[in-house]
Nanobody, 114 residues
């Protein structure tokens, strides 16, 4: 089972940018489907973006054109570049890895507020 550690969250003003990182341990990272989820207070966890082993990507409609997911298999990292942030993007963001098993990180808080 892979272990995941997210970083890069914080407080940002509306319209600003943040880059989240997710570091993975373990082997065969390149075989995992990686994704970012988020959970706002009082709401269910929702999928934000996913990147396959072949680097195909897909996004939630709410973040299309603003967020970009990428991966670096050599470094065992996945990233989420978030631009034009809105207050409704405020949430805890989680990294998820799907291989033979599913693993989650502990989450990183993103707050968009003036």
């Amino acid at each position: 089972q892979v272990q995941l550690v997210e970083s890069g969250g914080g407080l940002v003003q509306p319209g600003g940018s943040l880059r989240l990182s997710c570091a993975a341990s373990g082997s065969i990272f390149s075989l995992f489907v990686m994704s970012w989820y988020r959970q706002a207070p009082g709401k269910e966890r929702e999928l934000v973006a996913v990147i396959t082993q072949g680097a195909s990507t897909n996004y939630a409609d709410s973040v299309k054109g603003r967020f970009t997911i990428s991966r670096d298999n050599a470094k065992k990292m996945v990233y989420l570049q978030m631009n034009s942030l809105k207050p409704e993007d405020t949430a805890v963001y989680f990294c998820k890895a799907v291989g033979l098993k599913t693993s989650w990180g502990q989450g990183t808080q993103v707050t968009v507020s003036s």
